[in-house]
């Protein structure tokens, strides 16, 4: 290969300079124009001595040519020889050129420079933020849950990392969220799985981050890469709460987040909610009341005028917070036994609208004797379900809702999906059928004969897009409603869907409980990013071990009709070894947001619990 020829370094060289940007462009037309104004100056007081020495000489003549450069318009005031007025009018020529090579490039610096900020290229500064990295349809909720926790502090930011345009990020917030009060947002464009993005965050001064499943196929190995990112990047760690969206990556996630992150296992969550929600009616909106800002709230305490007391006789104890559980070194309870002790070192579960209003009651509520009742609570015995639709959590489903049926129970599945036949070895009380049927057909789902059925579970078919699922869900439901109308049948039916917003449409069937999988991980992931401290609280509400919400009529606990304080309900729960967290009215139960469930009620207020109400409580199966 030939050597590089002298006047193909210097091109090499000039080509280097000039893509250096805005900086070198202006560094180049300076030097152009010192070069014009110098060598104008020269020639003037070689070519024009008389006009030069009326002019004060070299600096004079200097500043005449640095005027008609910068300033093209001044060569109509300029007069003298021939060789002056050219000099002259060359240096405004010249000028010219510059000058109008300065404007364009410094239009085009401007504009490079407000598209970066445009697409959100800059570094925050915040401290104390919440990061958000990922974007799904999650973050709507998650970001409106954050706004009410922080509804009356100053400052508050949450910031988000996405690969999506800074100004549509910024419009979607605007119409899914609206007024965000004194929460600031701001939003970045960038991948949340390179280190030189995440640096764009300020990780250091973070409260705490979380990692959104993004949309589309293999959402898992994204988080898992943005966990790596995390964990690889140096200075300080904030807390990391994650939603992982199979159980099969929960161990590679957590290996490559640590021990410090929380995993939230989005599939195993809302499969056991469809489960306990199949059994007792109006468990999913117990769990979102829970689970959202808006009104109770759960809350640890260390309250050391409980200290010594049996956990029983501290059910009671605050006027305005429901007392649901301990959380000491062993870890958490909810409903422990009633005769457990309360410690120094346990903190105390509470539900409450707000931490500022747990405040121990002046006295403890007396209970009203003869409103109390001892009903007890039989368990069911062999029971049919009906699974209509399929999707991936479908075996899960199968196998969690096979731990709580009674042996001899039997479970039809009736779908056209492929994936319907599989992964049920292994059950102990549930023998499952496969039925094949379009449910969307009323004729098919005629031929089942749902009236044999106690329950249905509606799933949302995973073949379809998450708005197409939703919108066949719905039809499935006109038709059982419909179909329970004519006939005359009574079951209950919970189904599953993505969008919340479908939620008001669905009350149009009457449905017993419907479950916002999406909804709901997001509500978890907020609460989490709030206060880690309560992971072990709603891993416990949701494991079908140990104790959990279980919506039971109101006639077993207190006597119908009759006015009783809620302090009322909570003795007769605790005598059977249960702690009673709310109740639900029967003739609110379409009456949205809350569906006729009200939780942590003052305990001296009077109600009256009639036929079809129902106390919600923590207890064991």
Not at 3 to 25: C, I, K
Not at 470 to 497: A, H, N
Not at 596 to 621: F, H, M, Q, T, Y
Request: glycine share 8%; charged share 20%.
């Amino acid at each position: 290969m030939s050597r590089a020829t002298f006047r193909e370094r210097v091109r090499y060289w000039f080509d280097n300079t000039m893509s250096r940007g805005t900086a070198a462009l202006i560094g180049w037309l300076a030097l152009i124009s010192f070069g014009l104004i110098l060598l104008v100056t020269v020639l003037s007081m070689w070519l024009t001595p008389v006009e030069a020495a009326k002019n004060n000489g070299f600096p004079g003549m200097l500043w005449m040519s640095l005027m008609r450069t910068l300033s093209p318009g001044k060569i109509a005031s300029d007069s003298g020889s021939a060789p002056f007025v050219t000099l002259m009018f060359v240096a405004s020529l010249g000028g010219l050129f510059i000058v109008s090579a300065l404007v364009g490039v410094l239009a085009n610096g401007l504009k490079t420079r407000f598209e970066e900020l445009r697409k959100g290229k800059s570094r925050i500064i915040e401290t104390g933020h919440i990061v958000i990295l990922g974007w799904s349809e999650q973050v709507f909720t998650i970001i409106t849950e954050l706004v009410q926790a922080h509804a009356s502090e100053r400052g508050s930011v949450i910031s988000i990392l996405a690969d999506r345009d800074k100004p549509a990020m910024e419009d979607d917030l605007r119409r899914h969220v609206g007024d965000t009060g004194r929460t600031k947002l701001v939003c970045r464009t960038g991948r949340p799985t390179e280190p030189t993005d995440l640096d764009l965050m300020n990780l250091d001064s973070a409260r705490s981050v979380v990692v959104l499943s993004p949309q589309g196929d293999d959402p898992d190995a994204h988080v898992i890469k943005t966990l790596l990112a995390l964990a690889k990047r140096s200075g300080d760690h904030p807390p990391v709460v994650a939603a992982i969206a199979s159980t099969a990556n929960m161990a590679a996630a957590r290996l490559a987040g640590g021990p410090d992150v929380h995993l939230v296992d989005s599939d195993d969550t809302a499969s056991r909610l469809i489960v306990q929600s199949s059994r007792q009616s109006g468990m999913s909106v117990v769990c979102m009341d829970l689970l959202n800002f808006d009104d109770g709230e759960i809350y640890l305490r260390s309250d050391p005028d409980l200290t010594g007391m049996a956990y029983g006789d501290a059910l009671p104890a605050y006027q305005t917070a429901t007392v649901i559980g301990l959380r000491g070194s062993s870890g958490v309870m909810l409903n422990p036994p009633m005769d457990t002790v309360i410690s120094a070192e346990d903190e105390v579960i509470v539900i409450a609208h707000d931490d500022s209003l747990i405040h121990l009651a002046d006295g403890m509520p007396g209970a009203q004797e003869e409103s109390i009742l001892s009903v007890e609570h039989t368990g069911p015995g062999p029971e049919r379900t009906l699974v209509l639709n399929w999707n991936s959590r479908g075996p899960q489903i199968v196998r969690y809702l096979d731990g709580y049926v009674a042996p001899g129970s039997v479970l039809d599945i009736a779908s056209d999906h492929p994936d319907a036949a599989t992964g049920f070895a292994g059950l102990r009380n549930l023998t499952v059928n496969i039925k094949e049927c379009d449910t969307a057909d009323r004729y098919a789902l005629e031929s089942l004969g749902l009236g044999v059925y106690q329950h249905v579970i509606v799933l949302s078919d995973d073949r379809f897009p998450a708005g197409h699922a939703d919108t066949r869900t719905l039809m499935t439901l006109l038709q059982l409603r419909d179909m329970q109308t004519s006939l005359g049948e009574r079951y209950s039916i919970v189904s599953e869907m993505h969008d919340e917003n479908n939620r008001s449409l669905a009350e149009v069937t009457e449905a017993d409980d419907i479950v916002i999988s999406d909804t709901v991980i997001g509500l978890l992931l907020a609460q989490l990013a709030e206060n880690q401290h309560l992971a072990e609280v709603f891993d416990y509400l949701f494991d079908s071990r140990g104790s959990e919400i279980y919506p039971r009529p109101a006639d077993r606990y207190v006597r119908p009709g009759a006015p009783v304080s809620f302090a009322s309900v909570i003795e007769s729960a605790r005598r059977r070894g249960e702690t009673a967290i709310g109740y639900r009215l029967a003739e609110r139960v379409n009456d949205a947001p809350h569906f006729g469930v009200v939780l942590n009620p003052d305990k001296s207020r009077p109600l009256r619990l009639g036929p079809g109400d129902s106390v919600i409580v923590l207890a064991e199966r």
